[in-house]
């Protein structure tokens, strides 16, 4: 009897392993894998760096170059990866493999990639959590004082504090799991984002500053600034620079080539319109970081002008404090909702890039969410706190190939972005569009019936001209300009 009892538990164990593989865990539907997806895409690379690529690159020649280039580049290189997730039902480490064994190793770049770019990111989401405790304890005027940032990224025990609390907050969002963690979490944080972008955007609309010199400029000046093309003393060269920028922040903006979309991919129920999901997708996010330009670029104008848009990376953690500072204690509130903003943006997509660390592990290595959860986040930690000495007693100053000189957090970011992702993406699209097929894919996007309208374009772009536009961008990465 007892042997009886020993054999119905274990075919129930098998049985119930075998029902969990079926039954993969999966967002909800379409609006919680869009939420997600978008709360991904809607990080510090649309808040932070779209803002500051613009105001350099001409505002809105940069804008529609962005615009064109997110339609058919971005466009082409997101369905494909969600569509590899949903279509393998695979974390990114084994999600290649699926489609032909001999391309397996693809997996380990979509790995690699965020597991170099997650300590890094929790570092800068330290620094954000900085901001936003200092104007939330209304010191802003600390935010401005000489020496600040630098101060605080130079100091040896604040940021590691910092970026623990931030990596703790990530932690317990995807050690929840994907519907109670990452769903629940981003239908909460995600319109709470877009309220507080659409607020600050109409302030800076209807600010106006008199300068030292009797100069008055608007917020609507700024926003012209930011909108209508400049082609003054444009060069092809200037051109191709300029777009080439654009290509590059489609990577940060989208979460392309980061295993993230695979991931998420892979919980996406099979009943969900998957070409309609992508599209909201690029809608949400192409928003976002246009009204992060908006809110951010007008401000500054107003207040430094064009100069102050030359800011280029400091725009965010320099150039914004000094703006909320002349504004007095409103100031202080405006500085305060910005940077929660950019602290819910960060999460989103810091828990985004560690999800697709532990969807990986727990596929190749069949471990459980607990178990991956607490190895990746552990191990990503200790490299977090090697990047925050890498300001101050492990500082050093190295020239990287394209001419720009780094410490340990722009290292990784470097072999991260710059060569890495532009790889796996340049070698997706020979995988999908030459050995395997292009058409397996849009199966997929046509599951249910659903239409997909723009198969001939992607087809292009998936064969010849996304693999060409990111040779040049790789190339790049080794040229000083």
């Given at each position: 009897m007892r042997s009886i009892c020993r054999f119905v538990r274990h075919f129930d164990g098998e049985k119930s392993e075998i029902m969990a593989k079926k039954e993969r865990n999966s967002f909800s539907g379409s609006m919680g894998f869009v939420l997600a997806a978008a709360g991904s895409a809607v990080g510090l690379g649309n808040i932070w760096r779209f803002p500051y690529l613009a105001a350099r690159d001409g505002g809105g020649l940069f804008l529609l170059i962005y615009i064109v280039l997110a339609v058919t580049f971005g466009f082409t290189l997101l369905i494909t990866e969600v569509a590899i997730g949903r279509r393998s039902q695979q974390g990114p480490l084994?999600?290649?493999?699926?489609?032909?064994?001999?391309?397996?190793?693809?997996?380990?770049?979509?790995f690699i990639v965020p597991y170099i770019i997650y300590p890094y990111y929790c570092v800068i989401g330290g620094w954000v959590l900085k901001y936003f405790a200092t104007y939330l304890s209304f010191n802003g005027k600390e935010a401005v004082s000489d020496g600040f940032f630098t101060g605080f990224i130079m100091s040896q025990w604040e940021p590691i504090i910092l970026t623990a609390i931030f990596a703790i907050m990530c932690f317990y969002i995807?050690?929840?799991g994907v519907e109670k963690g990452i769903e629940k979490y981003s239908r909460i944080i995600m319109p709470a984002?877009?309220?507080?972008?659409?607020?600050?955007?109409?302030?800076?609309?209807?600010?106006?500053?008199?300068?030292?010199?009797?100069?008055?400029r608007t917020g609507l000046d700024g926003a012209a600034v930011y909108f209508l093309p400049n082609f003054e003393g444009l060069t092809l060269r200037r051109f191709l620079m300029i777009a080439l920028d654009a290509m590059g922040q489609l990577f940060y903006s989208l979460s392309i080539a980061m295993g993230i979309m695979v991931a998420y991919g892979s919980y996406m129920k099979r009943s969900v319109n998957l070409?309609?999901?992508?599209?909201?997708?690029e809608i949400f996010d192409t928003l976002i970081a246009v009204l992060a330009g908006l809110m951010i670029i007008p401000v500054v104008y107003v207040f430094m002008g064009t100069e102050g848009m030359k800011a280029g990376p400091g725009l965010m953690f320099i150039a914004l404090p000094n703006v909320f500072d002349s504004l007095g204690v409103f100031g202080t509130v405006i500085g305060m909702v910005f940077f929660l903003m950019v602290l819910f943006a960060a999460i989103t997509s810091a828990v985004s890039i560690l999800e697709a660390i532990v969807a990986s592990v727990k596929d190749k290595f069949g471990w459980t969410r607990k178990k991956s959860v607490l190895i990746m986040?552990?191990?990503?930690?200790?490299?977090?706190?090697?990047?925050?000495?890498?300001?101050?007693?492990?500082?050093?100053?190295?020239?990287?190939?394209?001419?720009?000189?780094?410490?340990?957090?722009?290292?990784?970011?470097?072999?991260?972005?710059?060569?890495?992702?532009?790889?796996?993406?340049?070698?997706?699209?020979?995988?999908?569009?030459?050995?395997?097929?292009?058409?397996?894919l849009v199966g997929e996007m046509r599951l249910n019936g659903y239409k997909f309208t723009r198969k001939g374009l992607y087809f292009v772009m998936l064969k010849f001209v996304v693999p060409l536009m990111l040779t040049v961008l790789l190339l790049t990465a080794f040229i000083q300009f």
């Amino acid at each position: 009897m007892r042997s009886i009892c020993r054999f119905v538990r274990h075919f129930d164990g098998e049985k119930s392993e075998i029902m969990a593989k079926k039954e993969r865990n999966s967002f909800s539907g379409s609006m919680g894998f869009v939420l997600a997806a978008a709360g991904s895409a809607v990080g510090l690379g649309n808040i932070w760096r779209f803002p500051y690529l613009a105001a350099r690159d001409g505002g809105g020649l940069f804008l529609l170059i962005y615009i064109v280039l997110a339609v058919t580049f971005g466009f082409t290189l997101l369905i494909t990866e969600v569509a590899i997730g949903r279509r393998s039902q695979q974390g990114p480490l084994t999600a290649y493999g699926y489609f032909h064994k001999k391309w397996a190793f693809l997996g380990w770049f979509s790995f690699i990639v965020p597991y170099i770019i997650y300590p890094y990111y929790c570092v800068i989401g330290g620094w954000v959590l900085k901001y936003f405790a200092t104007y939330l304890s209304f010191n802003g005027k600390e935010a401005v004082s000489d020496g600040f940032f630098t101060g605080f990224i130079m100091s040896q025990w604040e940021p590691i504090i910092l970026t623990a609390i931030f990596a703790i907050m990530c932690f317990y969002i995807v050690y929840r799991g994907v519907e109670k963690g990452i769903e629940k979490y981003s239908r909460i944080i995600m319109p709470a984002l877009v309220i507080m972008v659409v607020f600050i955007c109409g302030y800076s609309m209807f600010i106006s500053h008199t300068d030292a010199n009797g100069v008055t400029r608007t917020g609507l000046d700024g926003a012209a600034v930011y909108f209508l093309p400049n082609f003054e003393g444009l060069t092809l060269r200037r051109f191709l620079m300029i777009a080439l920028d654009a290509m590059g922040q489609l990577f940060y903006s989208l979460s392309i080539a980061m295993g993230i979309m695979v991931a998420y991919g892979s919980y996406m129920k099979r009943s969900v319109n998957l070409g309609q999901a992508v599209d909201r997708i690029e809608i949400f996010d192409t928003l976002i970081a246009v009204l992060a330009g908006l809110m951010i670029i007008p401000v500054v104008y107003v207040f430094m002008g064009t100069e102050g848009m030359k800011a280029g990376p400091g725009l965010m953690f320099i150039a914004l404090p000094n703006v909320f500072d002349s504004l007095g204690v409103f100031g202080t509130v405006i500085g305060m909702v910005f940077f929660l903003m950019v602290l819910f943006a960060a999460i989103t997509s810091a828990v985004s890039i560690l999800e697709a660390i532990v969807a990986s592990v727990k596929d190749k290595f069949g471990w459980t969410r607990k178990k991956s959860v607490l190895i990746m986040a552990g191990t990503g930690f200790i490299w977090s706190v090697v990047v925050c000495l890498g300001y101050n007693i492990w500082y050093f100053e190295y020239p990287l190939p394209n001419g720009a000189i780094g410490q340990i957090l722009d290292i990784f970011d470097y072999v991260s972005n710059n060569v890495l992702m532009p790889v796996l993406a340049i070698l997706t699209c020979v995988l999908i569009g030459w050995v395997v097929s292009p058409r397996l894919l849009v199966g997929e996007m046509r599951l249910n019936g659903y239409k997909f309208t723009r198969k001939g374009l992607y087809f292009v772009m998936l064969k010849f001209v996304v693999p060409l536009m990111l040779t040049v961008l790789l190339l790049t990465a080794f040229i000083q300009f």
